[in-house]
């Protein structure tokens, strides 16, 4: 009974899936969209070709081992740090 219940979830999962993209909402999300496959899909590289000097690449490597000096800390104090202004962002209240 319960391989049963298993199998009819898995089988149900891609069309709940499906459900949750019905597609843009709006037409600035419609844009977006399009946008993205453009970028994903490689149609319209930049005309401007976009090279790294070899002392930039080395700055950039260097910048990331060092990253890799400092150790993981087990957890992370959720009171250490700055506060959030909540006051004139630009969120909701």
């Known amino acids: 009974m319960k391989a049963a219940i298993v ?3 898995l089988l149900a999962l891609p069309l709940a899936s499906h459900a949750i993209d019905a597609g843009p909402a709006s ?3 419609q844009e ?3 946008w993205l496959q453009l970028q994903a ?3 319209v ?3 401007t070709l976009q090279t790294v000097t070899p002392a930039e690449r080395e700055l950039a490597m260097q910048r ?3 990253s890799y000096q400092h150790d993981i800390p087990v957890f992370f104090d959720q009171d250490q740090g700055g506060k959030v ?3 004139s962002g630009g969120g909701t209240p």
């Open 27 to 29: 037409a600035q999300q």
């Open 64 to 66: 990331w081992l060092k």
């Open 32 to 34: 977006t969209e399009g």
């Open 85 to 87: 202004d909540s006051g």
């Open 45 to 47: 590289p930049s005309p």
């Open 41 to 43: 899909r490689n149609k």
């Open 7 to 9: 199998c009819f979830s």
